[in-house]
């Protein structure tokens, strides 16, 4: 079993910057690939960022050059930087990993932009 946990959202202000942390444990030969998706109140859950063993990386239109994950040294962590945060940021953030072709989700943290 594989257990995925985020951490580091909270209130800020327009403009502001937050950092969110994830982590995979448990039965892990390797990962594949881990990702940030986020769903916001009545809307469907979207891709945010991605991150392959590969090194390469994937983001949304909407996060372009204001957002940016990356991988830990230890290859079970991914971050996500987010700057110029904007109300539209506002959402349940869930970290995903991918491994041994399954895909494994956490329970999520919230991220509020907001004066």
């Known amino acids: 079993q594989v257990l995925v946990v985020e951490s580091g959202g909270g209130l800020v202000q327009p403009g502001g910057s937050l950092r969110l942390s994830c982590a995979a444990s448990?039965?892990?030969?390797?990962?594949?690939?881990m990702g940030w998706y986020r769903q916001a109140p009545g809307k469907q859950r979207e891709l945010v960022a991605t991150?392959?063993?590969?090194?390469?990386?994937n983001y949304a239109d909407s996060v372009k050059g204001r957002f940016t994950i990356s991988r830990g040294d230890a290859k079970n962590r991914v971050y996500l930087q987010m700057n110029s945060l904007k109300p539209d940021d506002t959402a349940v953030y869930y970290c995903?990993?991918?491994?041994?072709?399954?895909?494994?989700w956490g329970q999520g943290t919230q991220v509020t932009v907001s004066s």
């Open positions: 995903n990993a991918l491994v041994h072709l399954r895909l494994y």
């Open positions: 448990g039965s892990i030969f390797s990962i594949d690939a």
């Open positions: 991150f392959t063993t590969a090194g390469s990386t």
